[in-house]
Each structure stands twice: as structure tokens, then as C-alpha cells.
């Protein structure tokens, strides 16, 4: 059970709304005693309820059924506080300005630890007039290669997709200081300030 809404999570959620048992069951056109059985865990709410009761207690249903409730502390949208997710299964690529609840082919999808890059995966950058101009020397194959470049800054976050067999190099007007990622298919994401 450890993947659908348990009765505590139920009862702290509608706790949070300052919502009583009543008020709650009577916006789910269920008694106030079906309420009480799920938050007492002598039931569970079906699963045709699962999308009315979220959205009674103001949620998305992965929250729900995660019992956590994602704010987005990043109230200024700085761009430099982004998350980057990428899709196991297909490929996907994400950027959010801040924490979020992304899912991507049925997979709830976690946001993506950059780290400092080692020497396979070091790139080199170039200030060229108005411009960074970022080349890598990693394979490019199709069974590992280097995904995408994004540079981030406090106000704009722009990407280059790249493709295997191709070139590993991409310019960005240049707009100040800010955080240059890659990601390789193979070992994750990797960030550098310049």
C-alpha cells in the first residue's frame, strides 16, 4: 500500500485546509463516517475518488498519493535555482524554474544533482565577442553521448539539443554570469559557473 493515499496522509492534509470531516466528505458526495474510516485506515478511498479529493484538498494527484504538497519557495523565479529533469524512457527534457512534481512516460520524475565535471567530461568555453561558444571532446555515438548544453542565468535559461553522431558545441549570447550544464546519457548532469 505503500503507492496509494493512506488515511494519516488524508487527515494531516485536511487538517491543513482547516477543513472538517463534514466539509470534506460533503464536497466528495460521500458521509462524513467514509471520511473517518479512511483517516482511521479501516478503508480506503476508490480510486474513481482519488482526482475529486485531491483537488478538494487543493493538490495534484501524485501529491496526493505521495503526501507531499510541493511549493515552490522560488517565489522570485530566480532561473539560477532551476531543476532539470530528464526522462529514463524516452528522453525528455524538463526545466522548471523551481521545485516541481514532473512526471514524463508514467515515471514521477526526481530533478537532477549536477555535479563538477571530471576530465572525460570537461568542455571548454569560450568567450568570443558577445558570445560563449562551449565545445566538449565526448564520444558522440549513439549509445553514449552528450545530450544537451543550457545556460542559465538569473533571468533566462536557454538549451541546445544535441544529437549522437554530431558535433558536442554551442553558442549563447553571452548575458553574465550564470551556470553552463551538459548532460551525458550515460553518467548524469554536470554544471559549471561562468
Not at 501529491?63 to 517565489?75: P, T
Request: hydrophobic share 35%; glycine share 6%; charged share 20%.
Amino acid at each position: 500500500m505503500n503507492n496509494y493515499v493512506t488515511g494519516a496522509v488524508i487527515k494531516t492534509l485536511r487538517e491543513k485546509k482547516k477543513m472538517t470531516q463534514s466539509q470534506l466528505a460533503q464536497q466528495l458526495c460521500v458521509s462524513d463516517k467514509t471520511i473517518s474510516k479512511w483517516e482511521t485506515g479501516k478503508g480506503f478511498p476508490d480510486i474513481s475518488l482519488l482526482e475529486p479529493l485531491a483537488k478538494a484538498l487543493q493538490l495534484s494527484v501524485p501529491e496526493l498519493l505521495s503526501g507531499e504538497q510541493i511549493i515552490n519557495a522560488n517565489k522570485a523565479a530566480n532561473i539560477l535555482r532551476s531543476s532539470i529533469y530528464v526522462c529514463p524512457v524516452c528522453g525528455n527534457i524538463l526545466h522548471t524554474a523551481g521545485k516541481a512534481m514532473v512526471s514524463c512516460c508514467g515515471i514521477t520524475l526526481p530533478p537532477l544533482e549536477a555535479e563538477e565535471a571530471e576530465e572525460e567530461h570537461a568542455i571548454q568555453c569560450e568567450n568570443m565577442e558577445h558570445e560563449l561558444y562551449v565545445t566538449s571532446s565526448h564520444d558522440m555515438t549513439k549509445q553514449h553521448h552528450l545530450s544537451f548544453f543550457a545556460y542559465a542565468t538569473s533571468s533566462r535559461f536557454e538549451m541546445v539539443k544535441l544529437y549522437p553522431e554530431g558535433n558536442a558545441e554551442a553558442r549563447f549570447f553571452y548575458r553574465g554570469r550564470g551556470i553552463l550544464y551538459w548532460y551525458c546519457n550515460h553518467h548524469g548532469l554536470y554544471c559549471r559557473r561562468v
